[in-house]
């Protein structure tokens, strides 16, 4: 069996998917060849996240079935990267007998070479390196045949150290790409038939700190704004503290900016965002989705919300559900905290217990379906912008796309409007999704 079949197996964010993406373009340039089957491969990949203890407990499980095929298979070459390997680092071979690599975030154009000498020599390699000029950055992943959408990553790293949060211990401090390295990959996304792009980075907002070129962000989405070609722009993830008047009123003049924003509020009082160390108050926020719905009436809301915080009392979680009743998000991705080795708040105390935590966040939930719904419904009767990526997921005989404002729709269509901008009126609005009919 030829020894360059590598298997890649991602874990997390947006961000990781992106960095899988680059990870095998890298690797077939390198003249491997990539399998969607496990049991083909001679090489496993597994790229890792850290920031929730329950996807790490999954991810070491993963582990543990892969390095079963090495059983059978003693030449099979596993390599594990990502945020768990950067926080593990060595110990993580250690807790893993079979594992013969572990790399991080900033090591991922090392990984070829790093295959090399294990075939050759064995294993037992780590490289967890924080590097400037990470080269990986500029690999542009190609675009599969048919490909609308693509992300493209502006900058890496954070310097906000919320209290909570493992990042800048895992991805390194803050680093942007020169601007003109990104609007290169996006024309090149473009000619190869992407018309959708979603700008990546911890914090996109602090995007041309540390660049001699003097621009920022939304300096940035205007350039990229006039890429000829190119329908629509998106990004994430956000700062409430770092959301400029400027940002935001790109909103109100930029055609391709879709009417949507990934805005991270965690929690609604100002005690805990204080104890997170998250930069802004509960009236910051507020005031910043006041003024983008000002600018931009339509606007899609989604965010972030964490339950059970050390020290979130009852009236804390309350004033996290009044703040939601208030700005009724169109989406919200919430979960427990969960204590992750290495930030500020494993020392907090006033602990919150497991089960509160889960009534808790089960609460929220509930609240956030009804706003959820409740918005989805008010779409009926809009005639809506919809870019069609394929056929629908619940039926072979619908079609499906996405509005500007990122909501999905069903629809009954012919597939050739794969790939094309339609206008749909909105019949019916459901928890996930939308009904449409072509106008």
Known sequence: MPRNIFYIRTFGCQMNVHDSDQLATMMVDDGFEQTEDVRQAQVILVNTCSIREKVAQKIISQIGRYRQL?????????????????????????????????????????????????QKRGGAIVDTAFRTGITSLNICPRPHNGDLQAFVTIMQGCDNFCSYCVVPNLRGR?????????????????????????????????????????????????????????????????????????LVDRFGKLGKLCEYIHLPFQAGSNSILARMNRGYTREDYLARVER?????????VSSDAMVGFPGETTADFEATLEMMEIIRFDNLFSFKYSEREGTKAVSLDQKVP?????????????????????????????????????????????MMGRTRTNKIVNFRGPEQLHGKTVNLHITAGYLHSLRGELS
């Not at 900033?106 to 990984?111: G, M, N, P, S």
């Not at 003109?180 to 907002?205: C, M, P, S, W, Y």
């Not at 983008?292 to 899609?300: F, K, N, Q, S, T």
């Open 70 to 118: 090495k059983e059978n298979n003693p030449d099979l070459v596993i390599g594990v990267g990502g945020c768990l390997a950067q926080h593990w680092g060595t110990s993580l071979l250690k807790k893993n007998v079979g594992i013969d690599f572990v790399f991080g975030p900033h090591a991922l154009d090392k990984v070829p070479e790093m295959i090399s000498r294990v």
């Open 174 to 246: 803050e680093e942007s790409r020169p601007s003109q390295d990104i609007i290169n990959e996006i024309r090149f996304l473009v000619a190869h038939g992407v018309k959708e792009v979603t700008l990546l980075g911890q914090n996109v907002n602090s995007y041309g700190k540390g660049l001699d070129e003097g621009i920022c962000f939304s300096d940035l989405i205007k350039s990229i704004d006039a890429i000829d070609g190119l329908e629509r722009i998106r990004f994430t993830t956000s700062h409430p503290k770092d959301l400029t008047d400027d």
């Open 292 to 300: 983008l719905r000002e600018v931009c009436p339509d606007i899609a």
């Open 354 to 398: 497991e089960k509160e935590k889960s009534r808790r966040l089960n609460l929220l939930q509930a609240l956030q379906d009804r706003h959820t719904l409740e918005r989805n419904k008010a779409m009926v009767g809009k005639t809506v912008e919809v870019l069609v990526e394929g056929i629908s997921k619940n039926s072979s005989k619908d």
